[in-house]
């Protein structure tokens, strides 16, 4: 089955379950997909069950992407007061118009991975706390 995916998508996948809590989830990977105009993506989180959301224990993610054939940029914010399990997001980003030579998280040069480099698409680990990702 295909899947569309529209240009400047930030899209979380984590672990299938069959229920809340059925395992913790150490890790978020983002698949983040090139786009020029600017786009924004939303994940919203909380326990799952209960309504700890209503006293604010939730966090609202906004995932804001932009670049041009040189530059691409993805900005987090967040609200609420709910803490994820995880503390690392594992970023794949898909179709760069470039041949990528330096990844920054909040001006720290991070390692990365070209897992294709005929397609640009590169993989790194960053903290789930990142505010800005700048990819040259």
């Known amino acids: 089955v295909p899947l ?6 930030v899209l979380p996948w984590a672990p299938v379950m069959q229920y809340v809590g059925e395992k913790a989830v150490d890790e978020l990977t983002l698949h983040v997909y090139y786009g020029s105009e600017k786009l924004e993506s ?7 069950d209960g309504y700890g959301y209503l006293d604010g224990n939730y966090q609202y ?3 804001y992407t932009e670049g041009n054939n040189k530059y691409f940029e993805v900005v987090q914010t967040k609200e609420g007061n709910y803490h994820a399990t995880y503390a690392t997001y594992d970023m794949v980003l898909h179709g760069l118009p470039f041949v990528p030579k330096k990844v ?4 720290k040069e991070m390692k990365f991975e070209v897992i294709n480099p005929d397609k640009n698409l590169i993989r790194f680990t ?9 990819i040259k």
């Open 61 to 63: 993610k906004r995932f």
């Open 42 to 48: 939303n994940l919203y989180e909380d326990e799952g």
């Open 126 to 134: 960053v903290s789930e706390n990142f505010s800005n990702i700048k």
């Open 104 to 107: 920054t998280a909040d001006d």
């Open 4 to 9: 569309f995916v529209k240009a400047g998508t």
